[in-house]
């Protein structure tokens, strides 16, 4: 609430706040519902076995090494490898 009267008493600089203010200004912070209703964002956990996924992809299954998804993306063989177990990847399934 103090962040909200703050802005406002920038907005208007200093002069008397009035209902239409504070009305304007909440507005401002209410998601755009077209928006949310066209798209759906991912969790945290999807986007990274997205990226992870396509890591693997992209190396042809290879975790390790100089050519490893892992120094892709930047994170040890070992932290990867169990990213992959915890989302559930099927590293398998990316060798062939």
Do not use: C, W
């Not at 208007?12 to 912070?29: A, M, N, P, Q, V």
């Not at 992809?57 to 892992?70: E, F, M, N, S, W």
């Amino acid at each position: 609430l103090q962040n909200v009267v703050e802005r406002i008493m920038i907005l208007r600089g200093g002069h008397t706040i009035t209902e239409t203010d504070i009305k304007h200004l909440l507005h401002s912070f209410e998601p755009d519902e077209n928006i949310l209703a066209e798209e759906r964002f991912l969790t945290r956990e999807e986007m990274e076995k997205t990226h992870i996924v396509k890591a693997l992809k992209l190396t042809g299954g290879v975790i390790g090494g100089r050519q490893g998804a892992a120094r892709l993306l930047g994170i040890p063989r070992t932290t990867l490898q169990y990213r992959i177990r915890k989302l559930g990847i099927d590293h398998g399934s990316l060798l062939q």
